[in-house]
């Protein structure tokens, strides 16, 4: 037994004098060669090919009016009413909320009267001397003078600059529209002339023909429908429908008769005459569209000058007589008048103030709109700048989309975009990116943007405000670039790479990624067109 025990110890001593002779230090340890790997495995490959790529931004928005205004009130106050409500249209000048403001129209209506007491002490001053009432009418000379000296001026001018554009549109306008009446005139009496000719016969006959099948199908409604109930609403329907075909019928058959009637010396006079009458229209067109094109005759400006000039003098001597009926006037009286007068001004801006006071407690729509939101009822207390009613014009559409930061960062106004509507599934319509948020520090409510705003050609009357538009914004496009797939890319900490295949063997090589997709990526440097990779 100690024999064996023996034997073992000294088999273990030797087996780790062994261990310990081959032991390598880690400095001593060989670089190991690279050894290429095998293409063995059945991973998808793909070849490195040239095209175009695109980044872009995906998102939704939605359709809104272009332009779209918060309306708030400017000061604190207890709601009265709102009196619009979602989605209703409004025109220009239609009350949309107001405040509640106490006596302030009885404040208002006091004032109004206050003005007139003062108005009425100026007038009887005036009339209680001679001199004053002759200083009034100098002073209304004076103002008639200036009127007519700048009215003189004003056509000089007009007659010295030549004719406008839009007076020689409206005047080549009357010529067109002089020339196709007559046209017709002489049409109409060329027809009563030579008659009917066939075709316009049958089309008459077919007319008649028409009002008859349309009278025969309403008659059978009729009849299915008042055989239930003769006094039910829907057989008066169906009876006013039959009425309704018999005159169509008569109609039709008067034309008839008409188309197959000769015309009678009478018809031809009167055509005759409406032919004329618009030969003498066309000419005063054509002579009015000449003189306008050829603008004023020297005659015409040389006038207008002595207007001026005579306009001109007359103002002087208005002015001078009012100096002169002013020296006449006493002074104790003028300043009597003078006094009452700012009375008058007084009076008039006690009233403005109150007026405007009324006019901040309501809400009044500036432009027709949809009500698109409204904030608050009845007996409400409201914050000055805080929003109450939210207008749109819907006549001129935009889409308006919130971005996340990184992607706001990556759009730009000019930008093409793409999109689809819940109204016209599957047509795409172009549009472009026109603003994007630019919100001073600090902007809040009415005054802080938040979307960016995006055009759009208008695929029909389909899309209304609030509609879902599904957007593919257009960030940048590289064309004629190496291209593979997104899945063939690989990358480990800072490193990006991919393998690829040479002679059998798959190897790494590390590349410059570019513009993503869904899909692809661009390779700016590290592969070479026509290179095999393999996917992760």
């Given at each position: ?145 200036e009127a007519r000296l700048e009215s003189a001026k ?262 093409d975009v793409t999109m689809t509507f819940d109204s ?83 190897r790494e090589i590390d590349v410059k990624p570019g ?22």
């Open positions: 037994m100690k024999a064996r025990m023996v034997r073992f110890l000294l088999v273990a001593m030797l087996g780790l004098l062994v261990v310990a002779g081959c032991e390598v230090l880690p400095e001593e340890l060989p670089t190991p060669t690279a050894i290429p790997v095998q293409l063995g495995s059945k991973k998808p490959t793909y070849q490195v090919k040239r095209g175009s790529i695109v980044s872009v931004i995906k998102t939704l928005g939605r359709v809104a009016a272009q332009r779209e205004e918060k309306f708030f009130f400017r000061q604190d106050g207890r709601l009265k009413g709102i009196y619009v409500t979602y989605n209703q249209k409004v025109k220009k000048g239609d009350l949309l909320a107001d405040l509640e403001t106490g006596p302030l129209e009885t404040q208002i209506a006091q004032a109004k009267v206050d003005v007139e007491i003062a108005q009425l002490r100026v007038e009887a001053e005036k009339s209680a001397s001679p001199e004053l009432a002759s200083l009034k009418q100098a002073e209304a000379d004076v103002s008639s003078a004003v056509k000089l001018a007009e007659l010295q600059a030549g004719p406008s554009t839009d007076e020689l549109k409206a005047d080549e306008a009357a010529v067109a529209s002089a020339q196709e009446n007559l046209t017709a005139a002489q049409a109409k009496l060329d027809r009563l002339k030579k008659g009917a000719t066939p075709e316009d016969i049958r089309a008459a006959q077919l007319a008649v023909e028409s009002a008859k099948a349309s009278l025969h199908s309403v008659q059978v409604r009729r009849d299915a429908v008042c055989g239930a109930n003769n006094n039910g609403n829907e057989c008066k329907s169906a009876q006013a429908d039959v009425q309704a075909a018999i005159n169509g019928v008569d109609v039709a058959q008067a034309r008839l008769d008409a188309v197959l009637k000769p015309a009678t010396p009478e018809d031809i006079k009167l055509a005759e005459d409406s032919l004329a009458s618009a030969q003498a229209t066309l000419a005063a067109a054509q002579a009015k569209l000449a003189k306008t094109k050829a603008g004023a005759t020297p005659g015409e400006i040389a006038a207008a000058q002595k207007e001026v000039e005579s306009a001109q003098q007359a103002l002087a001597s208005a002015q001078a007589k009012y100096e002169e009926t002013k020296t006449k006037v006493e002074p104790s009286t003028n300043e009597d008048l003078q006094i009452l007068e700012k009375e008058v001004e007084k009076a008039k801006l006690s009233l403005q103030a109150l007026q405007k006071q009324a006019d901040d407690a309501k809400l009044v729509a500036p432009f027709d709109g949809v009500v698109v939101g409204t904030n608050g009822r009845a007996g409400d207390l409201v914050q000055s700048y805080s929003e109450v009613v939210t207008l749109a014009d819907p006549s001129s559409l935009e889409v308006r989309a919130d971005l996340t930061p990184v992607d706001l960062a990556r759009c730009a106004p000019g930008q016209y599934p599957g047509r795409q319509v172009k549009g472009k990116v026109i603003e994007l948020p630019k919100n001073e520090p600090g902007a809040t409510g009415a005054a802080e943007q938040k979307s960016v705003r995006i055009s759009f050609e208008s695929p029909g009357p389909g899309v209304k405000l609030d509609d879902t538009a599904s957007l593919t914004i257009v960030v940048e496009r590289h064309d004629n670039v190496l291209l593979i797939p997104l899945t063939t890319l690989r990358s480990f900490g800072d490193r990006v790479f991919v393998q690829v295949v040479e002679d059998g063997r798959k513009l993503r997709d869904e899909e692809n990526v661009e390779i700016e440097s590290g592969l070479k067109e026509g290179q095999v990779v393999v996917e992760k």
